[in-house]
């Protein structure tokens, strides 16, 4: 499977706490995506990084990608309650024009 | 609001029903598609559509079928569906195929009895 695996598959914190989420995937990528969804509603893009970055910041937002791990990790400081919802990263894969998702992490933030 | 609806946004049907989902983006995207969500499994592509064209249709059974009348619609024809069937469809839209970002409607809840 060409599929993105998110680790952990759920992950409970209190506000305030860090957040963090991985995914790894098989082969080469054009890019790697990160996606919230809101229980039970559609997805929203979060932020985009290509396989020629590292890092990348929006906000609270860090992402970072190791092409050689085939890994990336999205990290959600000083959290909040309603950063509770399912984070799925997406990748891009070279050849392909449509993006694969993984089973996505669930996060419950307390307050 | 991502600009991208759905319609109806919860449908319970029997496996005898014909029912169609309706999706419009109003982002003026050249790209559409449709996914089955289900409970502990990852998004399933079903069908994407370019310039109102099928590119890609992932092995999809026959009772599921779309139809693109134009680049802001997509439709999904529902018949004689099973039970198994029941997830959250979700149509979302981007700017060209190989864009790099989707914009997701808010999904229809499809329940089959």
């Known amino acids: 499977s060409q599929q993105g695996e998110e680790d952990p598959q759920a992950l409970s914190i209190q506000e305030g706490e860090n957040a963090t989420m991985n995914c790894s995937y098989k082969t080469s990528i054009n890019n790697l995506q990160w996606y919230r969804q809101n229980s039970g509603r559609g997805l929203v893009h979060l932020i985009l990084i290509r396989s020629n970055e590292r890092e990348k910041h929006s906000g609270r937002l860090r992402v970072t990608l190791d092409t050689s791990k085939k890994s990336s990790s999205l990290l959600i400081t000083a959290s909040r309650a309603a950063d509770t919802a399912s984070y799925f990263c997406?990748?891009?894969?070279?050849?392909?024009?449509?993006?694969?998702f993984g089973k996505g992490t669930m996060l419950l933030v307390s307050p | 609001e991502t600009g991208v609806t759905q319609t109806p946004r919860h449908l319970v049907m029997g496996m005898t029903n014909k029912k169609s989902l309706k999706c419009e983006q109003h982002l003026g995207h050249n790209a559409m598609y449709w996914y089955k969500q289900s409970a502990k499994k990852p998004l399933e592509l079903m069908f994407v559509?370019?310039?109102?064209?099928?590119?890609e249709n992932n092995s999809v059974p026959s009772r599921f079928s779309p139809e693109c009348p134009n680049s802001s619609h997509l439709f999904l024809h529902l018949h004689t569906l099973q039970p198994e069937d029941s997830a959250l469809y979700l149509c979302?839209?981007?700017?060209?195929?190989?864009?790099?970002?989707?914009?997701f409607g808010p999904g229809t809840r499809l329940t089959v009895l």
């Open positions: 997406a990748t891009s894969y070279s050849g392909y024009s449509t993006l694969t």
């Open positions: 979302a839209s981007s700017q060209a195929l190989a864009a790099n970002e989707q914009f």
């Open positions: 559509y370019s310039l109102e064209e099928r590119v």
